[in-house]
């Protein structure tokens, strides 16, 4: 079946510092990937996404390339701000129908 | 802009009592989606619906059901609540295609007492 790793948390990090977030992928076929975030208090939201191997995903500074010969899909931001801090979830998706998340990973950034 | 709407936000509910929990969604989408979240296991599906009256169980159906009468609305139902079904629960819809997001609503906090 489907499943996604994501890094254990939380990550604590110092405002402007440089952040990453390990995600690998098992699936069958070919899956989308994505990178949803929830921020304190409210549901997911899509962060980003790629559909294709050696796709990069991008919005709000953060970033995530589809690496199919790893199974991976690395989340990062070059300089996290306070405003950051929320659990963000790696996803990924075979068919038409089924979400596979990962466990999520806390990122609290202290200034 | 998209709408998922979960009828409550907190729920407090006696053990052995059945509970309704309500989403809409006003997007058209064909799939909608019932999640449970919990500390350490992330989002765990329960049920989904890729059409009006079509449901199919996901990875943790026991002890839930499901009603979509309606292309909109997608219920998820506790026949009758135990304390281990204290959790957060996410509803979720998309168009159906392996590119697409899916939208969530804001969750209802269920505590079973």
């Known amino acids: 079946g489907n499943s996604v790793t994501q890094m254990e948390g939380p990550v604590t990090l110092s405002e402007e510092a440089f952040l990453t977030i390990n995600c690998t992928y098992t699936a069958t076929g070919y899956p989308s990937l994505f990178w949803y975030v929830q921020y304190p208090g409210e549901g997911l939201q899509l962060l980003l996404k790629a559909t294709k191997a050696d796709d990069k995903g991008s919005n709000k500074g953060f970033e995530a390339t589809y690496r199919k010969e790893t199974t991976s899909f690395h989340l990062e931001k070059g300089s996290v701000q306070v405003s950051d801090s929320a659990v963000y979830f790696c996803?990924?998706?075979?068919?038409?129908?089924?979400?596979?998340f990962g466990t999520g990973t806390k990122l609290q950034v202290i200034p | 802009d998209v709408k998922v709407t979960q009828s409550s936000r907190y729920l407090v509910k006696r053990t052995g009592e059945k509970v309704f929990l309500e989403c809409v969604q006003d997007m058209d989408h064909e799939n909608m989606f019932w999640y449970r979240q919990d500390p350490g296991l992330g989002l765990r599906l329960i049920y989904f619906s890729y059409d009006v009256k079509m449901k199919e169980k996901g990875d943790i159906p026991e002890g839930y059901s499901v009603s979509r009468e309606k292309k909109e609305r997608f219920s998820l139902i506790l026949e009758s609540a135990s304390t281990n079904q204290t959790s957060m629960y996410l509803c979720?819809?998309?168009?159906?295609?392996?590119?697409?997001?899916?939208?969530f609503g804001q969750g209802t906090r269920l505590t079973v007492v």
């Open positions: 996803a990924l998706r075979t068919s038409y129908q089924k979400v596979t």
């Open positions: 979720a819809s998309s168009l159906i295609g392996m590119n697409t997001e899916a939208f």
